[in-house]
């Protein structure tokens, strides 16, 4: 049995597998959220939204740019916990040396167990250790809400509810 759910465990390995590039994306959004808002070229369409939606270009395109900000707000959040586990495990750690191996360069834990000239097991430890670490910043940050549920069940992570 785990330490915590495999929910959040997925949810913290994707965050890590994104690390280099979801602060760039998140930035990346927001300027493209302020152009389309201000780009004065673009359809104003009919009044009056559909299904909750604002009718007015402009609500829209300031909605558009808050959702981008807090996408970012979040990034940013995700990379401070980033950085603090790379103060409690460093490259020259086990754990550091494993997490950056599969995170950072893509190899699998058969092929970090074969470099390493240890058993997969091995590897798998020290890779747990690390993505519960980082989970457990991540709920301290605010980063993952509430207590996942038993599979088939509605659960909530850090992108919201989602259904098994």
Known sequence: MSLIPEAVYEAVEKKLRQ????????????????ARATDISAPTGA??????????RTERGALAIVR???????ARAWEKVFRKMDEIYPE??????????????????????????????????RQDRYVIRAAFLAAQAGLIREEVKERGQTHQTDRGVEED
Do not use: H, W
């Not at 981008?68 to 979040?74: I, P, Q, S, T, W």
């Not at 086990?94 to 470099?115: D, K």
């Open 19 to 34: 690390r280099d590039s979801m602060t760039r994306k998140a930035e990346e959004a927001v300027t493209r959220a302020r």
């Open 47 to 56: 009044g009056g939204g559909r299904g909750g939606m604002p009718g007015s």
């Open 68 to 74: 981008a900000e807090k996408r970012l707000e979040r």
């Open 92 to 125: 020259d750690t086990n754990e550091g040396y494993v997490a950056s191996m599969i995170y950072g360069n893509g190899l699998s834990q058969a092929e970090l167990a074969r470099i390493g000239g240890c058993s997969r097991q091995t590897v798998k430890l």
